[in-house]
T-cell receptor, first 112, second 115 residues
Framework: GESVGLHLPTLSVQEGDNSIINCAYS??????FIWYKQESGKGPQFIID?????DKRQGQRVTVLLNKTVKHLSLQIAATQPGDSAVYFC???????????FGAGTRLFVKA | DAGVTQSPTHLIKTRGQQVTLRCSPK?????VSWYQQALGQGPQFIFQ???????QRGNFPDRFSGHQFPNYSSELNVNALLLGDSALYLC??????????????FGPGTRLLVL
């Protein structure tokens, strides 16, 4: 069935280092992918998205990479800060569909 | 510009009761989706409302129902509550366009505890 999963449930990085969070998806029809950040007690916050006609998209300190060949996407956070500590979810959807499928999440710990 | 708002923030109910959760979408958005997030898991899609109708539903029983009003706000109703319905209920709003929808923005959620 459809699924979006994450390779690493937890990730611990030193402040100032770069972080990479990985995600695999199985629905080849998915053409829109989103990364969300969720802090404790809050709803998911949109970080960055990418459509299947692209393989890379950059935002402020974040980059999303999409590899459609192996159905993999990643979120790179540059110069990770303590405020980046949260759970990160990748999510997928497809044109003509209205449902967004979320993965289980990766918890990012940033050590000062 | 107000973001997505939800009420109440917390709720405690007992098994068998019914609950209604409310959501106001972000200004300019016309579509509301509801998600259930159990502790330690990712959000699970319940259903989506557009033009006051449910247009897609996830794998949830009929005890879960909803409504969208002309001002695009929405309600989620859960009947005959079970202990397993304890979760964070998230509302997300978006703008529907031809061929798809724009990014969903989430509210802070309603934490429901069923005793």
């Amino acid at each position: 069935g459809e699924s979006v999963g994450l390779h690493l449930p937890t990730l611990s990085v030193q402040e100032g280092d770069n972080s990479i969070i990985n995600c695999a998806y199985s629905n080849s029809a998915s053409d829109y992918f989103i990364w969300y950040k969720q802090e404790s007690g809050k709803g998911p916050q949109f970080i960055i998205d990418i459509r299947s006609n692209m393989d890379k998209r950059q935002g402020q300190r974040v980059t999303v990479l999409l590899n459609k060949t192996v159905k993999h996407l990643s979120l790179q956070i540059a110069a990770t800060q303590p405020g980046d500590s949260a759970v990160y979810f990748c999510a997928e959807s497809y044109t003509g569909g209205f449902k967004t499928i979320f993965g289980a999440g990766t918890r990012l710990f940033v050590k000062a | 510009d107000a973001g997505v708002t939800q009420s109440p923030t917390h709720l405690i109910k007992t098994r068998g009761q019914q609950v209604t959760l409310r959501c106001s979408p972000k200004s300019g958005h016309d579509t509301v989706s509801w998600y259930q997030q159990a502790l330690g898991q990712g959000p699970q899609f319940i259903f989506q409302y557009y033009e006051e109708e449910e247009r897609q539903r996830g794998n949830f029983p009929d005890r879960f129902s909803g409504h969208q009003f002309p001002n695009y706000s929405s309600e989620l109703n859960v009947n005959a509550l079970l202990l397993g319905d304890s979760a964070l209920y998230l509302c997300a709003s978006s703008l529907s366009l031809a061929g798809g929808q724009e990014t969903q923005y989430f509210g802070p959620g309603t934490r429901l505890l069923v005793l």
